[in-house]
């Protein structure tokens, strides 16, 4: 049965990148998904699946209920794009100037809905249900994940599973980790309130650069001096803007950075002495200084369980020397709320091809994959539906036990 579900995935390859190729070239910046969800539903539709449109906000949940009772699982997939310009030299490069799908969401999209396809026509052969979880807003903090959650998305779900291309990882391969594989991602800006004035007379002025520069230099002792070596930490300053001219002093500095963190405890330890480290410089220096501090994702948690059943899947259904136990990352991802709430996990699938270019890094103006790693994410997919849905599955465990 499962050959046959793959057999229909790669029948359905042509389409999978004609929708890819069209969402690439017709982008959506997070919270500003319009036309998307609009695509996403009327597809899902004409497949005969109940949809539920404006989950959250702009999300969609379709659910395909299968003909005899059992579990539910829920697979999920982003669509939103990011500021970035395309700098591709491809056919379907973006036409929205200035924004671009940059990592690989729009792949995800068709991925799902060629999955949806499948089982859709395959309900007499579930003892459950699936449900699937298009969501919008990934990329932008407090990102759709959780607004969905609040919206019901995951009412009655049991297990929830969730894939990412991966530039970084092999084409054919799947990279997965148990326990946390994604770190938490936090966000602040400080602005530094000094006194202006003549870059000839220092001594009149409170430079509010100098002291954006101190600050800047003490961060770092955060990490290197104060968390535990073995846990991992980030504290990046990515903006650091002030003054116009070359000769007059800033009075003021805005600086703006990322905290990343898998350990609560180090996660609270690092805003505690940001905002300690910062206020006492200021206070040093005679200038004040106002600090915005935002939680973001929480870390991604693999369920060991859930993990387990992939890792099994996988060598059972596909092959095993697909698998890669990878090393945790310190990008973030919203998945991360689902499973909050739900057991299941979340594993990368490779989509890099260096004879094609498709090796740029995610978030790069360049940045591309190989579309035939939409085929092995979707494979996943169905494997895992089969393993916890399929009838034929209980059937056999039924007569197992008899």
Request: charged share 20%.
């Amino acid at each position: 049965m499962l050959t046959n579900w793959y057999e229909q995935l790669e029948g359905m390859f042509d389409q999978m990148v004609e929708w890819r190729r069209y969402l690439h070239q017709h982008p959506e910046l997070s919270f500003q998904e319009i036309e998307t969800p609009k695509m996403i539903a009327s597809i899902l539709e004409s497949y005969g699946i109940d949809v539920r449109s404006n989950v959250g906000g702009r999300g969609v949940v379709g659910k395909i209920v299968g003909e005899k009772p059992g579990k539910t699982i829920a697979l999920r997939a982003d669509f939103d794009a990011l500021p970035i310009q395309d700098e591709k030299d491809v056919p379907y490069k973006s036409t929205v100037d200035g924004v671009m799908h940059a990592c690989g969401h729009d792949g995800h999209t068709a991925t799902l809905l060629a999955v949806a396809k499948v089982l859709s026509e395959q309900r007499d052969q579930l003892a459950g249900n699936v449900v699937l979880l298009h969501q919008h807003a990934e990329e932008l903090a407090p990102g759709g994940a959780i607004a969905m959650i609040e919206d019901g998305c995951l009412d009655g779900v049991d297990f929830v599973f969730g894939s990412h291309l991966a530039s970084r990882a092999p084409l054919g391969t799947y990279a997965y980790r148990s326990g946390f594989s994604q770190a938490a991602a936090d966000a602040f800006e400080i602005k530094v309130l000094g006194k202006g004035g003549h870059g000839a007379s220092p001594h009149e002025t409170v430079d509010a650069v100098v002291i954006g520069s101190q600050i800047v230099n003490q961060l770092q002792n955060i990490v290197s001096r104060q968390v535990n070596p073995l846990k991992s930490a980030v504290v990046t300053i990515g903006s650091f803007h002030a003054g116009n001219a070359s000769n007059v002093i800033a009075d003021s500095a805005i600086l703006k950075g990322t905290v990343r963190t898998f350990d609560k405890e180090v996660q609270d330890h690092i805003e505690k002495e940001l905002k300690h480290i910062v206020n006492s410089i200021c206070s040093s220096f005679h200038a004040s200084c106002e600090i915005k501090y935002n939680r973001g994702y929480p870390a991604v948690f693999n369920h060991e369980e859930e993990t387990k059943v992939f890792v099994d899947v996988i060598k059972n259904t596909l092959n095993e020397e697909m698998l890669v136990e990878a090393d945790p990352i310190m990008g973030s991802e919203d998945f991360a709320y689902y499973l909050q709430h739900k057991p299941g996990m979340f594993f990368h699938t490779g989509a890099r091809n260096d004879e094609i270019g498709a090796n740029f890094p995610h978030h790069h103006p360049k940045f591309d994959f190989d579309e035939r790693a939409m085929i092995y994410a979707g494979k996943a997919l169905l494997s895992l539906v089969h393993h916890y849905v399929s009838a034929n599955v209980k059937a056999e465990v039924a007569e197992s036990t008899n």
